[in-house]
């Protein structure tokens, strides 16, 4: 095992039921770099970031950070690992305030438990004011349910940067937002990259995630099919080409893969 | 091209930067609306029977017995917020209610004075509600059902025990424990009993959980979308225990308070009047049943409000006949009332 490798998952296996959503997959996430985290629908793209993200504890296989095994592993784990998920579904408390929803679960609080309100008022603008991401005048004691789709993903993303995370997992961050805000996703990326964090970035959209990414690691029912280096793909349509040829045979030609770019 | 020397570039101002702060009173208003709205009902509610017989609703002396019957309603009412808010319900508390009576009384036949026998009662109500708490979250039942079974089984567990006899031991009336609980301070011409001030001060103290504790703030994220306070490592399954536990310990409040309150005599059927009672002050006092959000004080402005109907009917001069329409009046207006303030935002 190389020494840059963050997070790595070992011959993970995830049932649901009779459902084998995840059959053996090995996945080393290594510092620094953005992943591109590719597959279609249904083969196992989401139950994979819910591993990482300490969601689903495997059944079977292990998880290793910075070399060494975690166990159990739970949300806490992986947070307290250094591994922020911005979910797909966001994961907020629409009911709340910015604020709360930023320090959901990792509350700015006393020892005896009682929460710093004010410390965490001034934290939240302080991070809103480092992401820049709302588009209209706001306060940190909105309620997330009146904020826009994009101010919604503001929030996820503050909350994942407040720690300093070294690994953020973006899954499917730019759906259903606007051309201006997925903009802004990328630039923020591009920000947590170069100040020397990992970044795991999910996507549906190939042309989005190879302009981003600097390897790519492709998952079909439940395995992983290929993963590689972007100077191994001649560009996106080589991608998407390879992940035709993925979905119809079940294997991708690896051989194409071996062409220098 | 122009020659004129472009103005120094300044970093566009953050949003946050522009924002209009918020006056004082509205920002009260945001925070605290539904205990507000809570308030200003109780506050129509006594106007209404007030305008009817103002010699009567005038007199200090008139609320003596209102002050002597309240807290029980206040202490579990406020406790509820908890339940409801984590998303939860619960109604066993009156079976929790009357065991705890019950074993506070055989503590004190047995020998035990009253504090220490009190003390030991609360323990029971917090592993009560423990057991049930641990029986909805990890025996995935609803607690709805859950908690309607459990009732009947506590209840028959009393029932076969007590064999349908009353507790009693009179000559702990008076004793200093007795006092703790019931003693009265003359407050200009209001006679205010000590388990009053104890209902306040539980009050107070589960509104600084509420609000400002790490456990409060987490019933209510739980409630508003389990899901991402799992994901975001909440562990989900002890704070809803948690909100039971709370609820089990106010039960056993209530149990130790009802009994000293009828002179030291535990009744089997101790307790079971107060589960619709507790249910309406908390949804009159402006918790929304769908989770999520609360306010403690309201519970407390809701218990107020229930409490006083009956009485306040009667002494209004409406005979009694009309209370039940009258709850059930103030019950829907409130509600939609609240419905104005504070739709569900998702």
Redesign the interface.
Known sequence: MTADVVVELCDIVKRFGSVEALSGVSLAVRHGEVLGLLGDNGAGKSTLVKTL???HDPDEGEIRVRGRKVSPW???A??DAGIE?V?Q????????SIV?NIF????I?GSL???R?ARQVEEA?RL??EI?F????????S?V??LSGGERQGVAIA?ALYNRADVIVLDEPTTALSLTETQKVFRFVEAVKASGRTVVFIGHNIHHVFDIADRFFVIDRGRAAFEGQKSRFDGPEHLIALMHELAETGRADLAALRRPA | MTETAAPPAQPPA???????P?GRLR?LY?RNGRALNALVTLLLVWAFFAANNPALFLIPGYYNAFLFSVPATIIMTTALVFVVVAGEIDLAFPSVIGASGGVFMTLVLLGLPIVPAALVTLALGAAIGAGIGAIVVWGRISSLVATLGLNFFIVGIVNLLAQGRNIESRDSVGSWGYQVFTGRWDVLGLQVPNHFLMALLWTALLY?VFR????G??V??VG??A?????????IDMVRVGAFVVSGVAAALCGVILVQTANMVWFPTSGRAYLLIALAALFVGGTPVWG??GTIWGAFFGALTVTLIPSGAVGAGFAGFWTDFIFGLVIILTMVAHRFSGA???
């Open positions: 993200a300490g969601v739970t949300p806490r992986a947070r998920t979910f579904d966001r994961a907020l408390a629409p009911q709340h709360t959901m679960g990792r509350e609080a438990g009682f929460v309100h603008g809103m004011r820049g709302t588009s209209k005048v706001f306060d940190p004691e309620t349910g009146h909350r | 953050s949003p946050i930067d522009r924002r209009v918020v920002l945001r600084i400002h504790h790490r456990f703030l987490r209510q994220l508003d979308n899901d991402s306070a799992r994901q975001m490592g909440i562990n999520g959000v569900r935002v998702r």
